[in-house]
Structure formats: structure tokens, C-alpha cells
């Protein structure tokens, strides 16, 4: 069941968005080649503390840390580590948090030195997936109006798309229905209603859209090893359209 938030919900959820909108812009501050995830984690854990927010990926489901730190070919999921990152490398940092009993979840994608331009192409096609799905998030819409843009975009420039990890409703729990692929046909699927809360969120492969996951039951990978990117917004659908709560 889809729960619809009220106007006055959805303005109670603005607070979770944005403590992890400023964990965003505050890593963009802290990314430079040498550094660690395991740094990057715990200065966010420290972080949303900070703002009055509270940790939830620590201990869900047995996840060992306070953030998804995804590196190069890692498509989501990844364990922070002590390994330092490197010149070129390629970091997908999610993060979540709670206030209020509300949630905000939001990935976004950091590169180490300068990016190769292949890389540069990469993260601007899969942002401007993210900015066309959310285009499509208008009450009376179909879900396939969002989750086709996304879909044909990316596949015009060559990439593909991350079937097998799910995009979510987000409220009082961190996931909600709809739970669906970016992947879709236009006019098909779940009607879009004003009240709905949920993230945007595309995985976009340089190569196959096939992934496979680590002996450890996380770690998703691309299944060719080639660069995997994503953006991640949560996004209320108000009568005045798009409503972006993790707004950086």
C-alpha cells in the first residue's frame, strides 16, 4: 500500500532531507585523494548527530556502517574501508537519516582529483537521468513516465540500466511503497498521486546492467567490472510538482 503524507507531513520530512543534504555538501568539502571512506563514514555519523538527526543504516539488516560508500565498479552497497581512495577514483556516498521519525535518503556521486573524461560523461548523463525522471513526478502521471525517461536517456548515450536495485517510498519507514526499476514504458504502471514520497534514484552502467553481489550479501557490483554511477534524490509530489527534499 502507497501511504500519501499530508502537506503538513511532507513539510516534517524537510528536516530529515536536508540533515543529509548537508552531510552532502559537507564531504564534497572533506573528497581528496588520500582519504578513506571509513574517514568519510564517521565524519557523517558524527555529522547528523550533529544536526539532531539519527543514524539508520548501522545495524539494518546486519549493514556494518552508517553509510553506503561505493567505489568504481561497486554499483551500491559498499562497505567503507580503510583503503584510501585514489587519483580518479569514482565514489557513490549514500546516505541516510532520520528526524522526527521522518526520513531522507540521498546518493551522490564525488569524484577523487580530476575525472578522466569518460568519467565526466558518465556522472552528466546520469544526472541528467535523475533530473528527468524528477521532471516526469507530477501528480496524474504514470510511474513508467519517470522511470522511461531515465531509461531512454541513458541507453541513447550508450549506458545501461540497474534492473535488480529498487527505487522506494520513503516516510515514517525507509522503505515504502512503490518499490520499482528506472526502467519502464511510458503511460504504464502505478498512478503518480499528490502525497507520494519517494526516491529517484538511477544506477547507470558504462557497460552491462547485469550486477553481482559479494560474499558478503552487500556489495553489488557491475558484472562486466566497468564504472557504475548514480544520484539519488528523495522527491515529494505536491500540486505544485516536484517537491526535491534532499535539495543540495
Known amino acids: 500500500m502507497i501511504i500519501l503524507k499530508s502537506p503538513r507531513e511532507i513539510e516534517e520530512m524537510k528536516t530529515a532531507g536536508q540533515i543529509v543534504a ?18 568519510i563514514n564517521d565524519f557523517v ?7 539532531g538527526g539519527k ?11 552508517e553509510t553506503c560508500a561505493s567505489v568504481n565498479d561497486v554499483v551500491a552497497h559498499g562497505f567503507p ?39 565526466e560523461r558518465l556522472l552528466k548523463v546520469t544526472k541528467e537521468c ?14 513508467g ?13 550508450g549506458y545501461s540500466v540497474v534492473r535488480d536495485l529498487l527505487a522506494h517510498g520513503v516516510g515514517r519507514s525507509l522503505h515504502e511503497e512503490p518499490s520499482y526499476e528506472h526502467v519502464g514504458v511510458a503511460g504504464k504502471g502505478v498512478r503518480l498521486k499528490e502525497g507520494m514520497v519517494f526516491t529517484i534514484e538511477p544506477m547507470i552502467n558504462e557497460g552491462t546492467f547485469r550486477i553481482s553481489i559479494d560474499a ?19 522527491v515529494a509530489l505536491t500540486a505544485d510538482g516536484p517537491l526535491i527534499l534532499t535539495a543540495q
Not at 555519523?45 to 544536526?51: N, R
Not at 513516465?145 to 548515450?157: G, M
Open 45 to 51: 555519523a558524527k555529522h547528523i548527530i550533529k544536526l
Open 145 to 157: 513516465d519517470i522511470t522511461s525517461a531515465i531509461q531512454k536517456h541513458a541507453e541513447s548515450h
Open 130 to 143: 535523475l533530473e528527468l525522471g524528477i521532471a516526469q513526478a507530477i501528480p496524474g502521471n504514470r510511474l
Open 81 to 119: 574501508s580503510a583503503k584510501p581512495l585514489q587519483e580518479g577514483d569514482l565514489l557513490k556516498l549514500d546516505i541516510v537519516a532520520e528526524y522526527g521519525g521522518w526520513f531522507g535518503d540521498s546518493c551522490w556521486c564525488y569524484t577523487i582529483g580530476q575525472p578522466s573524461p569518460a568519467v
Open 22 to 39: 548537508d552531510c552532502h555538501r559537507e564531504v564534497a568539502k572533506l573528497i581528496e585523494p588520500g582519504i578513506t571512506t571509513l574517514e
Open 216 to 234: 558478503d550479501g552487500w556489495t553489488a557490483r557491475t558484472a562486466d567490472g566497468k564504472l557504475s554511477a548514480q544520484y539519488e534524490h528523495t
Open 55 to 65: 543514524q539508520f543504516t548501522k545495524g539494518y539488516n546486519g549493514f556494518p556502517a
